[in-house]
């Protein structure tokens, strides 16, 4: 057996063992989502075919980072939610962090994040309504960070 | 690991600072070490979860993370917890300032 299918056949174990904490894993629930190359594929892979609503949402973030290594990205809503979802598209694979809103939780966090070069940073509110809400934001990099 | 909590106006801002190579496998590989990242972070006060995360390799080296509840009061207490891929955690109890 290589490398690869092992791997492969340890995620779907993984997937099947509930979470130990009570919090809800991604990783281990939605594995799709963290081998996608692409924003559209990673989205794809978390929420389905979902149709994007660009509105109601803010990133701030710095235009021009110097550090590709710790670039500080925040997320903002006032939007009531289920999940928060953090991609861009400089690294080899879309996913960064993905956010579990709790009951009454304030959508307003703030991560550091790497970024191999300058690309685009896209986050994706669940709303509880059903809909989605996203919101893209182009960051240059001087130089990249994540070994880049 | 080092967690700050304050409470200000019903909303407690907290600032969590945890100290991880973060690394995912391209990184790993050029660095000569193994791939390790924080796949988990959940926040607990009061027996409710205020803050849980999923993340990967792409989130910054002794990452950063700040976020915001409501419903604490002072000298409430936080529990920050981390799990990383190789299924270390380690957590940390703060009291809301």
Partial sequence: ???????????????????????????????????????????????????????????????????????????????????????????????????????????????????????????????????????????EVSIGGCGG | MKVKAKLKDDVVKVKVLAKHVNAGPEEAEKKKIDANFIKQVVAKCNNKVVFEMSGSGFISKNPLFKFKFKGAAKGDELEVTWTDLKGNTKSKVAKVK
């Fill in chain 1, 1 to 139: 057996m290589d490398r690869r299918k092992f791997l492969g056949l340890g995620l779907t174990a993984a997937a099947l063992v509930p979470a130990t904490l009570s919090a809800v894993d991604f990783r281990e629930t939605q594995p799709k989502t963290w081998e996608a190359t692409t924003t559209a594929d990673a989205i794809k892979g978390l929420y389905g075919d979902v149709q994007l609503i660009e509105e109601s949402v803010t990133i701030k973030a710095p235009k021009l980072a110097e550090n590709g290594g710790a670039i500080p990205v925040f997320i903002k809503s006032d939007l009531e939610a289920k999940s928060v979802a953090l991609f861009q598209d400089a690294n080899p694979r879309s996913a960064v962090a993905v956010f579990t809103v709790p009951k009454g939780g304030i959508i307003d966090y703030g991560v550091k994040i790497k970024m191999r070069k300058t690309g685009k940073i896209t986050a994706v509110v669940e709303g509880k309504n059903g809909k989605f809400y996203s919101k893209v934001l182009p960051v």
